[in-house]
């Protein structure tokens, strides 16, 4: 009796498990970016890093553009210092007691170059969940961040979703690197633990002066910034802009004139100095073009334009229709740079063409050991006026843009990652 009701049991049980359907196994992500995120500030300059790496990682067109975006009209221009969580609820207080209503309107990029038109801004709980959510069917999530503002949303994104996301921080954050997977800065940024720069720091501010240790193994040092001039931009920019420049005699100097920095500081001696420079060279110019930046001074421009305006040789792009800035890169045989903008002279310096620097002298701080490093490596010099700009020279070129993307897929390796292309 006992045998017969241990084998009926027996078989009920083998019925039963035969019935019940066990759960699959969880689908597992094989490991390969396929698109990434990146969190601007609104400026171009540290925008066209991000997208720049993105771009030499082979997302080009797999990538969003989120932005952290803080007031700036008004009393606003004076908050900067502030972070940015605290910016935006002081100016929230300010115009509910004010009665001010907050504008709707919605920042938006041009197409051809992010690929999306409207931009959102950036929310480190949404980011966060997309990338869990969607990680055992598009695998991990790249974040690319630049800027001081993006600080605080790419480090709460990495402690939302550690295991979903990999986050690449350009520009020095300043202190605890190691809320990034990976931080990409220039290395004059590292200028003050020099001996030289620590002499000239008073003993009761250099505990406040950062970065107060050297690169850690998160660290990947550059030259110069990163940008989206690589070598294939450049052969689009060369046909989109062939029927412009392609006739115009030579040699092409291009001239780009930026605006004064607080670490390098000018004024209308340097534009009238850069006036006899330029007319000393301009016998051995075929064309000169020049270019004005968003944070030119009128004063300065004003100068240049005056003495040049009607100058035959000369051409001088007025800010209205397409900027031909890439187009510029592409066909020139030769630049004047002015030293303030450290992204302009990156992009010239990576084309192994002539780079002149006019102003170098007058940069102080990180930004003259930059300035340093560029006529040690032999990819610039000062321009003084006397050069025969037929006369052309050549360099191993920046790359800072490709070796940072090799070290980018090269610490996604140690997680068993890859970008997938």
Request: aromatic share 8%; charged share 20%; glycine share 6%.
């Amino acid at each position: 009796m006992l045998r017969l009701f241990s084998s009926h049991l027996k078989i009920r049980t083998q019925e039963t498990m035969r019935n019940i359907k066990l759960p699959e196994p969880p689908e597992t992500s094989d490991g390969a970016i396929r698109r990434a995120v990146v969190i601007g500030n609104g400026f171009a300059g540290a925008e066209n890093q991000c997208i720049g790496l993105v771009r030499a990682l082979g997302l080009s067109h797999h990538h969003f553009l989120f932005r952290v975006t803080r007031p700036r009209e008004g009393i606003n221009r004076l908050l900067h210092w502030l972070p940015v969580s605290i910016h935006k609820k002081l100016d929230s207080v300010i115009r509910r007691f004010c009665g001010i209503q907050k504008s709707n309107r919605v920042s938006h990029f041009s197409t051809a170059k992010i690929g999306i038109s409207n931009v959102l801004e950036a929310d480190a709980h949404q980011i966060a969940a997309m990338a869990r959510e969607t990680f055992h069917k598009d695998g991990p999530l790249l974040v690319v961040a630049s800027g001081r503002d993006t600080i605080s949303v790419a480090t709460s994104i990495k402690r939302l979703a550690p295991e979903n996301v990999f986050i690449v921080q350009i520009q020095h954050p300043r202190f605890l690197l190691n809320r990034f997977d990976l931080v990409i800065t220039p290395q004059h940024d590292y200028y003050p633990l020099t001996p030289h720069a620590q002499r000239q720091i008073p003993w009761f501010l250099r505990r406040w002066v950062t970065p107060w240790e050297p690169p850690g193994r998160n660290v990947v040092l550059t030259v110069g910034a990163l940008h989206q001039a690589d070598s294939t931009a450049l052969r689009v920019a060369a046909s989109t802009w062939h029927d412009e420049f392609a006739t115009l005699p030579k040699p092409l100097l291009v001239v780009n004139v930026g605006g004064p920095a607080g670490n390098c500081p000018y004024g209308v001696d340097l534009a009238k100095q850069l006036v006899v420079m330029l007319q000393n060279v301009l016998w051995s110019c075929g064309t000169i073009r020049i270019s004005f930046s968003r944070r030119t001074p009128e004063k300065i421009s004003r100068i240049l334009v005056k003495e040049f305006a009607t100058n035959p040789k000369v051409q001088i792009w007025d800010g209205e229709g397409p900027n031909p800035h890439m187009g510029h890169l592409a066909w020139a045989d030769a630049f004047v740079i002015t030293a303030d903008s450290v992204s302009m002279l990156s992009e010239a310096c990576s084309t192994g063409k002539p780079v002149y620097v006019i102003g170098a002298e007058l940069c102080t701080w990180k930004f003259a050991d930059f300035q340093n490093t560029l006529q040690k490596q032999g990819v610039a010099r000062p321009f003084t006026g006397k050069e025969n700009i037929t006369e052309s020279w050549s360099y191993p070129p920046l790359n800072d843009t490709a070796q940072a993307a090799r070290q980018v897929i090269a610490a996604l390796a140690q997680r068993g990652w890859t970008i997938h292309a």
